[in-house]
């Protein structure tokens, strides 16, 4: 019995520092690669960007002769013929208009459609849930040629309110899906508390609810922003013709056709960096928000 337990003894008091040492080691290894990879992928990212801002501030020459190099003197009129002469001003403000309308219809309309499926229980509700979540497997080029014409006949076609519709409708579905699941993970409590303190429903909504779902709603609020604001595809084929109704990537796209040929690299350059200042704004601003409406649902 005496050998048994000094042979029993040095391998339970060693055995869980053997295991622990290569898991120890596992995760070490784990921790690099993960690490390494978001570094390369973070260069990947940031080089472009940093390199497209250099550049507009470099002439054309500069740009032609040692792209890589640093501009010799902050060429600033580059942003003031880019956001005049190739009229990127004006559809930057056509965005903005735009993508407010878009995103404030959208958070409204997918806030509300969310809460009821998360909360109440009503004939139907699954059937009606998942043809809202349906709308993610549907790409939007598929769908190009009939609402063309559906837009069209609406009498909406080449207008901004047909636009902003249009966008509100192809990100309902992301934002359904997103703050269904969000609504469940608020306390009960709370709501059966207002209720029986004589709420109404619809104050309970907007006075009780909504301020509690504030992180998911600036996560999904952020999202639909990007994505409206990189837009192009859908302004392509609704607004046609005038010019002066044009979203920001399409006039990029103009700009970049006519710099290709006139070689104005510097005055692309320029707009390029206009267009993407507001997106690098929103995420600084709001970053922290956006990690916290990812990682509540979890949490809860």
Sequence with gaps: ????????????????????????????????????????????TVLPLLWMFISS??????ILADPWSLPGALHLDNW???????????????????????VSLTMLMGATAAYVFARYEFRGRQVVYYLFVGGLMFPVFLALVPLFFVVRNAGLFNTWLGLILVYAAYSLPFTVFFLTAFFRTLPTSVAEAALVDGCGHFRLFFRVMLPMARPGLISVAIFNFLSHWNQFLLPQVLLQGDESKWMLAQGLFALSVSQGYAGD?????????????????VYVAFQRQVQAGLTAGQLK
């Design 1 to 44: 019995m005496k050998v048994l337990d000094s042979v029993d003894t040095p391998v339970t008091a060693a055995g869980p520092n053997s295991v622990d040492r290569p898991l120890r080691r596992e995760l070490g290894v784990a921790n690099t690669l993960s690490h390494g990879f978001l570094l390369v992928w973070g260069l990947l």
């Design 265 to 281: 690299y510097a005055r692309l350059f320029a707009g390029l960096s206009i267009a993407v200042l507001p997106v690098l704004a």
């Design 57 to 62: 501030f470099k002439t054309n020459g500069e």
């Design 80 to 102: 003031a013929r880019a956001w005049t002469g190739a009229h990127i001003g004006r559809y930057f403000l056509n965005s903005m208009v735009v993508v407010a309308g878009s």
